[in-house]
């Protein structure tokens, strides 16, 4: 039983537009959720996160919206560059166990020239 | 390096014999993570420490797994008489503190034959 679901295993887009990757979730004990990045043969690297007390997030060219009615959040890069590029992976936890994350599958960016 | 350590890189064993997969934190990190990521999947949670105790192994899948933490730094992942379905990219990560930004490395990837 999947309880964080990226439905969308790749997305590609032309650098300068908007990239939207989504996510939904099941458990609504989630009260944390974060982006992961990897590249190829590395580990993955934190993005950013939001509390569940917060419906935007935003660094630099990154934003994460959470919407909890609807159990989703999406993650905005604007404007994409090729160095995007990667798996984005979406995580959760819950307060008081936040040392474990639940992964989606992940998304694969590719961002075009 | 600065970052966290992973050895083996790529282990291939036959199926039933033991392996060991190693992971050596960011220095000062007190939190050790242990997922894996099994093909088209995304990472599972397997085992979490605190120094050098192991408050939640409730990810580890059987038996066949168990890890070690010792000096409150490097850390074991055993795999006894291992499966082919323990084929997967093991993932170390650490933390200053529970829970937070998780540093990963760039992982073990285990194929039984």
């Known amino acids: 039983d999947q309880q964080v679901k990226q439905n969308s295993p790749s997305l590609s887009v032309q650098e300068g537009r908007i990239s939207i990757l989504n996510c939904d979730y099941t458990n609504s004990m989630f009260d944390y959720f974060l982006w992961y990045k990897k590249y190829p043969a590395e580990g993955p690297t934190f993005l950013i996160s939001?509390?569940?007390?917060?419906d935007k997030n935003e660094d630099g060219r990154f934003t994460v919206f959470l919407n909890k009615s609807a159990k989703h959040l999406s993650l905005h890069i604007v404007p994409s560059q090729p160095g995007d590029s990667a798996v984005y992976f979406c995580?959760?936890?819950?307060?008081?166990?936040?040392?474990?994350?639940?992964f989606g599958k992940g998304t694969l960016l590719t961002v075009n020239p | 390096g600065a970052g966290v350590s992973q050895s083996p890189s790529n282990k291939v064993t036959e199926k039933g014999k033991d392996v060991e997969l190693r992971c050596d934190p960011i220095s000062g990190h007190t939190a050790l993570y242990w997922y894996r990521q099994s093909l088209g999947q995304g990472l599972e949670f397997l085992i979490y420490f605190q120094g050098n105790s192991a408050p939640d192994k409730s990810g580890l899948p059987s038996d066949r797994f168990s890890a070690e933490r010792t000096g409150g730094s490097v850390s074991t992942l055993t795999i006894q008489r291992t499966q082919q379905e323990d084929s997967a990219v093991y993932l170390c990560?650490?933390?200053?503190?529970?829970?937070?930004?998780?540093?990963f490395g760039e992982g073990s990837r285990l194929t039984v034959l």
């Open positions: 995580a959760a936890s819950v307060e008081g166990s936040n040392y474990k994350l639940t």
């Open positions: 990560a650490s933390s200053p503190a529970m829970g937070g930004e998780l540093f």
């Open positions: 939001i509390s569940s007390i917060k």
